[in-house]
T-cell receptor, first 116, second 112 residues
């Protein structure tokens, strides 16, 4: 099976702009989670989508949003970019079946966003 | 508060020495605990999870609910074990399974 893919891999934006990042999960996986990774804060959970619905959300401002399509592909959007949004954005997919135990999350390579 | 603490940023050992990467957690409820690993230029990947009770690449981790710890151990370190290790937790139930809370990570350096 092909792994999780993220596009683009690198992105440079300026303050005030907006950006959209894309994530294609492993075939058959219905859950997509997004994380922000920075040297100072480490890996922080942004949100999770399952069957096109946001199922869980982290403590990020409303400038960070996402969505999921019927084919489970997901996008995240950051509006009004700030310097502090510079980070590696990771997405992860999992099968997330009907059981209550968390399934293994498979991570993509990340999108490196630089805000100037 | 939900929190994962990895007290060591860097752990440096010689090949063949025992390794213990510490992880403590705070969670109101019964969490699932994981260790993820990131080798140089590779993606973050699952190493092991407490519910499977497996030994992967010689690593084991036991969940100690009394001490709220999930330390990762290996009796004899190998140079190929050099990597960044993250301890993570997730709540149970479908509303929590997609959210991982990570520690800050520990870089393991195994010297020849």
């Amino acid at each position: 099976k092909a792994g999780v893919t993220q596009t683009p891999r690198y992105l440079i934006k300026t303050r005030g702009q907006q950006v959209t990042l894309s994530c294609s999960p492993i075939s058959g996986h219905r859950s997509v989670s997004w994380y922000q990774q920075t040297p100072g804060q480490g890996l922080q959970f942004l949100f999770e989508y399952f069957s096109e619905t946001q199922r869980n959300k982290g403590n990020f401002p409303g400038r960070f949003s996402g969505r999921q399509f019927s084919n489970s592909r997901s996008e995240m959007n950051v509006s009004t970019l700030e310097l502090g949004d510079s980070a590696l954005y990771l997405c992860a997919s999992s099968y997330s079946g009907s059981g209550g135990s968390p399934n293994e999350q498979f991570f993509g390579p990340g999108t490196r966003l630089t805000v100037l | 508060a939900q929190r994962v603490t990895q007290p060591e940023k860097l752990l440096s050992v010689f090949k063949g020495a025992p390794v213990e990467l510490k992880c403590n957690y705070s969670y109101s409820g019964s969490p699932e605990l994981f260790w993820y690993v990131q080798y140089s230029r590779q993606r973050l990947q699952l190493l092991l999870r407490h519910i499977s009770r497996e030994s992967i690449k010689g690593f084991t981790a036991d969940l100690n609910k009394g001490e709220t710890s999930f330390h990762l151990k290996k009796p004899f370190a190998q140079e190929e074990d050099s990597a960044m290790y993250y301890c993570a937790l997730s709540g149970r139930g479908s509303s929590n399974t997609g959210k991982l809370i990570f520690g800050q990570g520990t870089t393991l350096q195994v010297k020849p």
